[in-house]
Structure formats: structure tokens, C-alpha cells
């Protein structure tokens, strides 16, 4: 059986732009594999062809690609997922391209550094050992802590393309929701103030590409739904 | 996080409101004029004159025209500045668009003044 795919092809260092380039895959009859495993066969034909990819099961998020048009995570999406016809490969869109599949993602970390992703808590007795949880508040960040940050949700958001450099984007916001609703956090207030401006938060409109393409199966969406009301219920 | 100055000074969660809201008002006339066409048989210009000469309507129509203008004025800022990153050219855009949402409202405001 063969694998048709075209890939996205680009090395700024030798070339004037970039091209699409169609490779063929031999592989057992019947048998399917991740995109992943494809695209390190190909490198073996192709050993210029550049991807990320670290810990192959979806954990570590490096190797978001656009697969037929779609963003996902190679290494859990089957070629089989992906219809009969050619495969297409592209990088993630909306990101400047270093090389081939692999994209520059400082816009999407200085996004997700602006949230201040870490717990603050100012309390002035902090307890002894540890900061304890309801089993209820802490039922809250299911849903969100699982985010990898793999950014497929952020670069298939037409706002997050056209305002890299204001909007947070949804994986941002998922984990700005994540530490405004964790009861052990005391920056709330400070929190909101940061996002509350006509980008930051308001940019999304809920066309929902960030739920559609999430290879964790979250919602960024209602987070963000949620982080509007808590901005809504401190001006009213 | 961005400052005022960095985006019109708009309000974020002003437009979020303003949006919503005005969007009400132009949808309940919207089924209001589609429930007046549906339920009018023979529509002749003494029915239409009657529809519009009370001042329920008139407040109403006025209503639904400001907050068109308004409507246009929040949205389409928001669409200029996704689609439009030369500042000069969105702001004239933004000028023109801006003058004829008014003009909507100053036409409407006359005819319903005549009426």
C-alpha cells in the first residue's frame, strides 16, 4: 500500500519561498500508523525534511502540525483519520515558519507569559505544608490544567492570527481561567485588571476553531465565556 | 494589560454590552416589522402612515437606528482592525464608515419627523 503525502517545504537559508513537495510512503497492506511515524519514515528518504517531535504520545505537544487543513497533534492522529486521498502537511498556520514544519512560537509564549501563569498568593499566614483544596475547588481545574500548550487551538484562531500581539489567544486564556478560578490564588483582581482591555479577552468571538482542533479534547471557549462574565459582573 | 491609548481607548467590556444589547434591540424590530407584514392582508401607504405617526413606533424606530449606529460603529472597528493594519487607511475607513452610520440615523430621524 502506498501513502501519498505533499508537505510544506521551506529553508529560508536556500529558498525564495515556499513549496510543496510530494513524497510516497510504502507501508503493509492494511496497516495504520500516526502521522508522526510517517513523517520520521519520510525523513529517513528525506533527511532535510525538519518537524518537532519529542515524547510521541501526545504529552508533550511539540509536534502540532496543520494535517489536511486541520491543526493536530502528529504523533495521536492516524493516517487512517485522515481519509483516503494525498495528506497534506502544512506547519501551523499564523506562525512565522523557522524551518519546514517547524514554526517560531515566541508570539504564542509571550501571549501565554502576559497571564502570569503561575499561582500567586499573598496570604500572610501561609499554612505549614501545603495550600489545601475542597475536593470541590479543586474539581474546578478539570478541564483546564490539562492544556500542553501545544498551541494548535491558538494558531487555528482567525483573531489570534490577525492580533498576535494583542489578543492572548485561547490557550492563554484557558490557563488565565485556570489560575482565576483556583481558590488558592489571591491575585484575582490583578488578574483582571490585565485582561481587561478591547484585546486581550474581547477578541474572541466563539467561533470555537480552538474546541474543534484541541487534541486534549478542552474547551477554551467557555473559559473564555467564563473569564468575559467575571469581567462583566466586577463593572456592573 | 494593552493600554487605552492602544486600542481607541475602547472598553472592552463596554463594547461587549453595547454589542449585545444593541443587537436585541434591532432583532426585536426586525420580528416586530416581520410580524407587522405577516399580519397585514392588503398593505397600503394610510396602514404604513398609521404604523409609523404613533410615538411608540417612532421611539421604537429611533431606537433601533441609534443602536444600528452604534452596532456598526463597535463591529466594524473590530473588523477593521483585524483586516486593516495601515493606521491612516483604517482611519479614514473608520471616519467614512462612521459618517454614514450617522447618516442613517440623521435620514431615518427626518422621515420619521415627517410622518
Redesign the interface.
Known sequence: MQLQFSIYRYNPDVDAKPRMQDYTLEVDEGRDMMVLDALIALKEQDPTLSFRRSCREGVCGSDGVNMNGKNGLACITPVSALGKGKIVVRPLPGLPVVRDLVVDMTQFYTQYE?IKPFLINDSKKPPAREHLQTPEERAKLDGLYECILCACCSTSC??FW??PE?FIGPAGLLHAYRFLIDSRDTATEERLN??????????CHGIMNCVSVCPKGLNPTKAIGQI?SM??QR?V | ????Q???K????????SLRTTAAIIFAYSVFMAWFFITTDNLTFIEWRGLFSGLAMKVFTLATLIAVMIHVRIGLW?VL???VKASSLRAVLQFVLNVIAFGYVAVGLFVLWGV
Not at chain 1, 490585565?194 to 477578541?203: G, H, I, T
Not at chain 2, 475602547?10 to 454590552?17: I, K
Open positions: 502576559k482567525p483573531s490577525w492580533n494583542k490585565d485582561l481587561d482591555d478591547a484585546f486581550s479577552v474581547f477578541r468575559k469581567l462583566l463593572a | 494589560m494593552l493600554t487605552n492602544a486600542s481607541m475602547r472598553n472592552g467590556v463596554q463594547d461587549y454590552v473590530q482592525t483585524d483586516y
